[in-house]
Each structure stands twice: as C-alpha cells, then as structure tokens.
C-alpha cells in the first residue's frame, strides 16, 4: 500500500482532517520563505493533537543548520527531517552524529542525472519532485528503471494521484499544493486524495 504525506499543515483543523484520514505522514514547512512556514513553537502545538501512534510528523528544512534540524527531532517535536535544499553527504554525515532519527533527502528530478544522485543518497528516504512545492510534476518516464524505493512529490492531486501510483507504484506519494483551495488546506481535497490513493 502506497504512503500518504499531506504537507504544509499549519491550523489545527488540518490536523484534525489528518486524524480522520490517517494518511501515514504529515508535513511540517520550517522553511522561512514559504507561504506554508510555521515556527517550532506552532508545530509542537499541533504535534500534541495529531495520532502519533499512527501518523509521523516530517520537519522540512531548506539548508538549515543540523544542529537546529536535530533539535526538533530528539524534542519530539518533528519525527523525521526532510532536507529539500542542497544538502550533500558531508551535511547528512553531521546532522547524523547529532541525531539517529530517519532522515529524508529531496531531489529536484529534471534528468537521469539526477535520478543516479538520488539512488546513491545515504538517506533512509528519498523524494522525488520537480521544484518546491509549487505543485508541478516533472517527466515521470524518467523514473522507468528507477529501482529505489522513493516518495513521489510535484504536482499531485486527487485528480492524478491514483494514476500516478498505478503506473509507478512509488513507496509514498506527498501533496501540498494540491489538497488547498486559496492557499488553506481543504479537507474534501484531502479527503478526495485519500481516498484516490487507498480506493
């Protein structure tokens, strides 16, 4: 069964939505150029009401120091790091003497290139997107003879999401931009989502 991560949760009736769904992950944006950024402070008050017995809560940092990454993780406050910037080995190497938690690296797929940087990453996760959660896909035939597991990211909705895991079979599949109407989560979209995947 394919993952669900709804990201970019930032009200506590997103993650009232979340509850009800239980998609496997949500999504926490600490990245402060984001429309979707929320402070530490906001994320551990939304994390007391989340299910954390059956949903993981992914901190996403762009290029962020790993002492501040590590510390979100062992507070509690974040389950797992996703790293969406360019953050290389060396980086991942020291966030990892500072944390054993499960770390996901993101990859901006635009060739086979790109696909060979993802393979080789030392991360428990990798995912695949286009950009930057501006909800655009990238050419999913470049992932044909793909063979590590990896969550699939850019341009989802509940419009193509059932084709994209029939057709990919990808580990996981994460959604921002695509569960939201005006810029706020909408739970029908997410509930749409969902169901798209797990139908």
Not at 6 to 17: F, K, Q, S, V
Request: aromatic letters at 8%.
């Amino acid at each position: 069964m394919t993952k669900i991560k709804l990201c970019g949760l930032r009200r506590a009736e997103d993650i009232e939505a979340a509850v009800l769904l239980k998609p496997e992950y949500i999504g926490f944006v600490f990245y402060k150029k984001s429309k979707r950024y929320i402070s530490p402070e906001e994320a551990h008050i939304l994390k007391s009401i989340l299910d954390t017995d059956h949903i993981k809560a992914v901190g996403v940092f762009v290029n962020e120091n790993p002492k501040t990454v590590a510390d979100l993780l062992e507070k509690g406050i974040i389950d797992i790091a996703q790293l969406h910037g360019v953050e290389d080995e060396s980086y991942i190497k020291a966030l990892r003497k500072l944390t054993d938690r499960p770390l996901i690296k993101a990859f901006k797929i635009k060739t086979k290139e790109d696909l060979k940087k993802a393979e080789a990453s030392s991360a428990d996760m990798i995912l695949l997107d286009a950009g930057m959660g501006d909800g655009v896909s990238f050419d999913w035939d470049l992932l044909k003879s793909f063979s590590r597991p990896y969550i699939l990211a850019g341009g989802l909705d509940p419009l193509n999401v059932k084709d994209a895991v029939e057709k990919l079979h990808p580990y996981g599949v994460d959604v921002s931009s695509g569960i939201e109407t005006a810029g706020v989560k909408d739970i029908d979209k997410m509930r749409e989502f969902v169901f798209r995947v797990r139908g």
